[in-house]
């Protein structure tokens, strides 16, 4: 491809004209047939006289062809009376006999010359229709790049060729617009493209529209819902019965009206998405949601289940989604379904954004049916993802994310929304944007990750409300009060609720649902059980009335939470079996249900169900990888701690008013030996084989009274009517409740094992560059270690192992941040930390050696010397030699020679 005087030289159509004498280019304006001529012309050197066919006779035309020496006749405007077989007869003439080497280019805005013109030229007539004369990627690249010189990246290319489908007229116009801005409002315009690319070529599509009449504009205002006019869905949607006529006259009047390989009629998209905006009908309260339901019943009454299932669920249409849902599922494979869903809502704009029926199709549908998509929504992403198609790839992403989110897999879901989010940013989609942070937002509310929660909600806010995106605005602000309540804040959070019910009710967006469940927890969090009750029943109503499995599952499993709280126990359990009952595929709802279901059963003292159920929990989060409730076996409701132990360092009890002392040395050992098993329990004939060998027959019976007089040695320090039960027992294993109790080395542990690295052992290596963002979480878990574990018990033999642990766990926080702080160039904190280590563990020398390594590569000799001799000071005799011949070693590498 040559690029020359600023003209496009399209060699893929100039080699197709070299081939032929007679050439139809047929295409509306914009089509940029008269460039081609032009360039063409230039390109090969040759000379063009132009004739304007119009009402010219056979002889009109016989007489101008003898005159005119030209290499290419350029025709315009040929009348279809002339195309007769005299008219043929005399062009071949011309072309024989005058100039064997002539062409003759047509060049009109309908294939009418073609047609009449084929059957008598055979194959030596060409024809260059708009899919032929639309610009391809390639050509795209070199036209806003090497012509234009607008150095655009890829995905922005990529996006103006698909939503244009290479349209020449639209890249006219977008050069137009940008290549004389501001390099700050070129920025602001290629980043948001998805509404700045329609909104520069919409005079153009306003001129296209200016050439249908007033009848024929009516029709396809009123029908721009359809992304195919089949004749028998519009009749009945329409209540006409000669559409299929109008689509016929529309099909020879103009090239947006097209059909596709599959033979259906369409309306070109940017043509239907204008005829959309201009159609004051959708304006108006209530006719788009009348719309929507008048298509769905026809697609339905003509057997095209899918289109009417989207129609309906872009409603929520109570009455037919669960009637169209059974068809849906009967009919269709979950991959054959997918794909039409895809190919259908991805044309369609603007009232069906994917953004809105992805969470509606993925609840509306059958759990077993939606989990099905992910396998096909994964290929679809590879397939569009390798065709640079970065819109579509981003929509797919945020379904399947949207899916993993409503199945319970939090992991896989923020990886799938942050791998869209990428892919939007390269192409500016706001509207869908706002969506995918919101709902990256719950997934880290989910994860118990509050404040990045917010950070991402609010993101989702800002964005909503700039672009008046009524639907993100509902479900963000509905995230929101979602996050307050988890911070404890309920009287804050309410008005965000109240706002989204406001912004509901006057936009028709039918998410009352979720607005309902939080509406119930935020009164629940304000003690207003009755409350609670009232905004469940209301969630459950609603869910009742459109017999969907998700929302009847999230709207029993509130009802049972409010019931519960509210003490009537015998309700909450019969809500709490209705949940379950649609809630298997649906994780995150499940484990909730069951966690609710354990209060139950500890509150009527069954223990066997309890336990059973505790199972059942932390098998479904270990499964899904619940970060709220991987060491412990309670998850909701909240917890209400009562008892706080510090046992790195000085071993206390603190109440919320109280400190307590256990005074009797069995029972004060059998918490210990508890702390030391927090994370398993027990085992009861274990307990008593360790600590109570000692009492022979009596020793069950000792373990009883110690373990009585331990339970009410820790209630007596806690300031409440309804005490809880700080030791629980599931069988025959014995645990501390950790709804009632928190100890400092569960938090250590917690928030460590988060940073997947062994605390256990010691390592020769230096740590891994650390984020900021761990590190301030290390720092937080060091503050705990005010001592050793339980120091005030030296010679109690089962605390011996536990202790090393948690020193060499403390040494591995230490080495660590020592390491983060060397890599940031701090080194005070870096000699402080290390320093620590060695007062803590002087016998651990390869630690030591890691110090002088790095003290040495910032010179620090004096140091690195001292670090030695202590080194050697603790370090026993029969093990100086190897120790003083490692570090030698150390000292050797940076150079220094040291003499033993």
């Not at 940029?32 to 009109?60: A, F, P």
């Not at 109570?692 to 110690?706: G, T």
Request: aromatic share 12%.
């Amino acid at each position: 491809m040559i690029v020359q005087k600023d003209l496009m030289h399209r060699d893929r159509l100039f080699d197709a004209l070299d081939k032929y004498t007679f050439i139809c280019l047929a295409a509306d304006k914009g089509f940029g047939k008269t460039s081609l001529v032009e360039t063409y012309l230039e390109s090969r050197n040759l000379t063009g006289k132009y004739l304007n066919m119009q009402n010219k006779s056979d002889l009109d035309i016989a007489s101008v062809l003898q005159s005119a020496d030209a290499d290419i006749i350029i025709a315009e405007n040929a009348d279809e009376n002339i195309l007769n077989h005299d008219f043929s007869l005399t062009l071949k003439e011309h072309a024989v006999l005058a100039r064997k080497n002539v062409k003759f280019i047509f060049v009109n805005e309908n294939q009418s010359v073609y047609g009449k013109l084929s059957g008598e030229f055979h194959t030596d007539i060409l024809l260059l229709d708009p899919d032929a004369l639309a610009f391809t990627e390639e050509e795209s690249e070199v036209y806003f790049n090497e012509i234009h010189k607008l150095s655009l990246e890829d995905s922005q290319i990529n996006y103006i060729y698909r939503k244009t489908s290479g349209w020449p007229l639209a890249y006219k116009l977008f050069c137009e617009h940008i290549q004389f801005k501001s390099a700050f409002s070129r920025d602001e315009i290629l980043k948001s493209l998805v509404t700045h690319l329609h909104e520069i070529i919409a005079p153009a599509l306003d001129k296209i529209i200016e050439t249908f009449d007033e009848s024929e504009r009516e029709f396809l205002s009123r029908t721009v819902l359809m992304c195919d006019l089949i004749p028998a869905v519009v009749d009945d949607y329409l209540d006409i019965e000669n559409s299929e006529e109008q689509i016929e006259t529309l099909l020879g009047k103009s090239v947006f009206i097209y059909k596709d390989v599959s033979g259906y009629v369409k309306c070109n998209q940017l043509l239907r998405r204008r005829l959309y905006e201009q159609y004051p009908a959708f304006a108006q309260a209530g006719e788009l949601f009348n719309a929507h339901r008048k298509l769905s019943l026809a697609y339905e009454k003509n057997y095209y289940y899918a289109e009417s299932y989207i129609h309906a669920s872009a409603i929520w249409d109570a009455d037919r989604l669960p009637a169209i849902t059974l068809a849906l599922r009967d009919r269709y494979s979950p991959e054959d379904l997918l794909r039409r869903f895809v190919t259908y809502i991805s044309e369609l704009y603007p009232s069906l954004l994917i953004s809105t029926l992805a969470g509606s199709i993925s609840r509306n549908l059958p759990a077993r049916v939606v989990k099905d998509f992910l396998g096909p929504l994964r290929s679809m992403i590879n397939e569009h993802r390798e065709k640079k198609n970065f819109l579509l790839t981003a929509q797919l992403q945020y379904w399947s994310g949207l899916i993993e989110l409503i199945l319970g897999d939090l992991s896989a879901a923020i990886t799938l929304l942050q791998n869209a989010l990428s892919n939007i940013s390269l192409i500016g989609a706001t509207t869908l944007e706002s969506c995918i942070l919101s709902y990256i937002a719950t997934c880290y509310r989910s994860l118990n990750r509050n404040d990045k929660a917010m950070e991402y909600a609010q993101r989702a806010l800002f964005i909503a409300e700039r672009e008046k995106f009524t639907y993100a605005q509902i479900i963000t602000l509905d995230e929101i009060a979602c996050c307050l309540l988890r911070r404890g804040d309920p009287f804050e959070a309410e008005p965000y609720i109240i706002q989204a019910l406001s912004l509901t009710s006057s936009s028709g967006h039918n998410t009352h649902l979720f607005l309902f469940i939080t509406y119930s927890s935020c009164k629940l969090a304000e003690g207003d059980v009755e409350g609670a009750l009232e905004w469940a029943s209301k969630a459950f109503e609603y869910a009742e009335s459109r017999s969907l499995e998700y929302d009847l599952g999230y709207s029993y499993y509130t009802l049972a939470k409010a019931h519960l709280y509210g003490g009537d126990y015998e309700s909450a359990g019969r809500e709490l079996a209705n949940c379950l009952e649609y809630s298997d595929y649906y994780a995150h709802i499940k484990a909730a249900a069951v966690a609710l279901q354990i209060k139950i059963f500890d509150h009527y003292g069954d223990t066997i169900s309890s336990s059973r159920k505790k199972s059942e929990l932390e098998d479904i989060c270990r499964y899904h990888k619940f970060a709220w409730d991987q060491n412990r076996v309670i998850a909701m409701p909240a917890k209400n701690i009562e008892l706080d132990i510090s046992t790195l360092g000085e071993f206390t009890i603190n109440g919320k008013n109280a400190t307590t002392v256990i005074r009797r040395t069995s029972s004060l050992e059998l918490l210990q030996y508890l702390i030391c098993n927090y994370v398993r329990g027990a085992n009861r004939d274990t307990i008593v084989d360790t600590l109570f060998e000692e009492y022979n027959e009596k020793r069950l019976n000792s373990f009883n009274v110690s373990l009585s007089t331990l339970r009410k040695a820790l209630a007596s320090c806690v300031d409440s009517e309804e005490k809880q039960s700080h030791i629980i027992r599931f069988r025959d294993v014995y645990k501390i409740n950790f709804d009632a109790v928190t100890i400092d080395i569960q938090t250590v542990a917690n928030i460590c094992s988060s940073e997947e690295f062994s605390l256990l052992k010691r390592s020769n290596e230096v740590s891994p560059i650390l984020t900021e963002t761990i590190a301030d979480k290390l720092f937080e878990a060091s503050k705990l270690f005010r001592g050793d574990f339980m120091e005030d018990f030296p010679y109690v033999s089962f605390l011996d192992g536990p202790r090393e642990k948690y020193r060499l766990m403390q040494v591995n926080i230490f080495k660590k941040l020592a390491d983060f702080h060397f890599n940031q160039r701090n080194y005070y904190d870096f000699t402080n930390y290390y320093d620590k280590i060695i007062e803590i563990a002087p016998y651990l020398d390869d630690i030591c050696l890691d110090y002088i390594s790095q003290l040495l590569s910032i010179n620090a000799y004096s140091k690195a010397k001292d670090v030695y001799a202590e080194l050697l000071n603790n370090t026993e005799e029969d093990l100086k030699s190897t120790v003083s011949n490692k570090t030698l070693e150390v000292f050797h590498k940076h150079g220094i020679i040291l003499r033993q």
